[in-house]
């Protein structure tokens, strides 16, 4: 059986060749290696903290190495990553143990050649009070390397955010997010869920922002347990539930949301309507369209059907509705804590992405009744993503105008346009923009 530290290497080798997300390739080795909780719990908190501090890491390297960075081969640039974070932010694991490990991890990897390399950098490093130089960087250098953001981001957010509001999300990005659940309130109470759970030695505790949503510790195969085969509640981060809270449907009303998978918003907003009245639920793939619909099966939502569509093209048989939901593609960049990866992507893999959404926002217009509501949302933090696509398609339809849904939750400023920033409200960064066609 593989150590942790060997699987935590191997999924980080494989986080550089494939270019797949990291939850992703985090659940399948699990599936594929037998693991401890304690290995699992060490495995993630490494290969995640590597991610999210890897700009810091590298920079180290740069630092202490006498080899130019580029030559030194991936597997021991991910040991010495690893030995550096453990050193830097793992006050459990005791120096002598993060550089004889990653030492012998390069027998592991089949450099037993290198050991010298290694264990000389992370000790030089334990020699110098483990402490990173900044002294030669600019203010704007020292950022990016102290919370490992390219400078391209720390740029857009300062001049959008203010350096404030910036140096609070960054700190805000590191380390494992906490995981909401939405109750099914058609069916349940709020206490009964929490019990049901303690029952199963899951933790649940109430949120104190809106009503409905609790936190969940010990996660890890939440799908097995009996309350959520029972339908009791669903998975979905408190800012997409605080959207619903600001789409606010009503019973028998007919919604309409587009983008739906993997389906927290449908959901979410047949249970606000009391289980009466119509929900369409849309997205563009088959796979996810099944997901959908074995949701609203497992929590007993009848009153929602769930369909294939392609979001930016026109389909007439989508009904007129009172309430239509446009959760548009987008960079990602509010799910950072959970993603890290998505923030090393390159500024160019942004610029397409108006386009699309301004698409979307734009078919998704015809399918509001008038007098109904057009909300549209994205997770990320973005200008050029969120008001700016907001804005220019107001300037394009006249038969549109911004309103003000209240919603009184801490943290969530009340306006047509809304940012939801982690740092308030303890969930993903997220957009909501809420507009009433009038003709």
């Not at 720390?154 to 995981?179: D, M, Q, V, Y």
Request: hydrophobic share 40%.
């Amino acid at each position: 059986m593989k150590t942790a530290r060997q699987i935590a290497l191997d999924l980080l080798v494989k986080m550089d060749t494939s270019g797949a997300y990291s939850n992703i390739i985090l659940d399948n080795m699990f599936t594929a290696e037998k693991t401890t909780p304690r290995d699992k719990a060490f495995v993630t908190a490494v290969f995640y903290g590597v991610l999210e501090r890897k700009m810091t890491l590298d920079y180290l390297i740069r630092y202490y190495s006498s080899v130019e960075f580029d030559k030194i081969s991936v597997a021991v640039v991910q040991i010495l990553r690893m030995g550096f974070y453990q050193l830097l932010y793992m006050d459990s694991v005791p120096e002598s143990a993060a550089v004889n490990e990653s030492v012998a991890l390069m027998d592991y990897a089949g450099i037993p050649q290198a050991k010298g390399f290694v264990n000389a950098i992370l000790r030089n490093f334990i020699r110098d009070g483990k402490a990173i130089d900044y002294k030669n960087l600019t203010d704007e250098a020292k950022l990016s390397i102290e919370y490992s953001c390219p400078k391209w981001l720390i740029k857009k957010w300062n001049g959008e955010l203010g350096a404030e509001k910036t140096l609070s999300l960054f700190k805000a990005s590191f380390g494992r997010p906490p995981i909401y659940a939405r109750v099914n309130t058609v069916k349940f109470s709020t206490d009964e869920v929490i019990d049901k759970l303690a029952h199963e030695k899951i933790k649940a505790v109430k949120n104190n922002l809106i009503d409905g949503c609790i936190e969940i510790s010990n996660t890890r195969g939440i799908e097995t347990c009996s309350a959520f085969r029972k339908g009791m509640f669903h998975i979905q981060d408190i800012s997409s539930q605080i959207c619903c809270k600001i789409i606010s449907p009503i019973f028998n009303e007919t919604v309409v949301d587009l983008c739906a998978a993997p389906g927290g918003k449908t959901f979410t907003c047949a249970e606000l309507m009391a289980n009466r009245g119509k929900v369409f639920s849309y997205d563009l793939y088959n796979g996810k369209v099944d997901v959908i619909r074995s949701g609203a099966k497992r929590l007993g939502l009848d009153i929602i059907t769930a369909s294939e569509n392609d979001a930016g093209c026109p389909n007439p048989d989508i009904p007129k509705a009172d309430k239509v939901i446009c959760d548009v593609p987008c960079s990602g960049l509010g799910v950072i804590r959970r993603k890290p990866e998505i923030k090393y992507k390159p500024m160019k893999t942004l610029e397409g992405l108006p386009e699309i959404q301004s698409r979307i926002i734009n078919n998704a217009a015809d399918y509001v009744k008038v007098g109904g509501t057009l909300i549209y949302s994205t997770c990320t933090v973005s200008k050029a993503e969120n008001e700016d696509v907001v804005s220019e398609f107001l300037k394009n339809h006249d038969n549109f105008v911004p309103i003000v849904v209240p919603i009184g939750v801490k943290g969530v400023a009340d306006s047509h346009m809304r940012t939801m920033l982690p740092q308030n409200t303890g969930g993903d960064g997220f957009f909501a923009a809420t507009l009433r066609r009038v003709k």
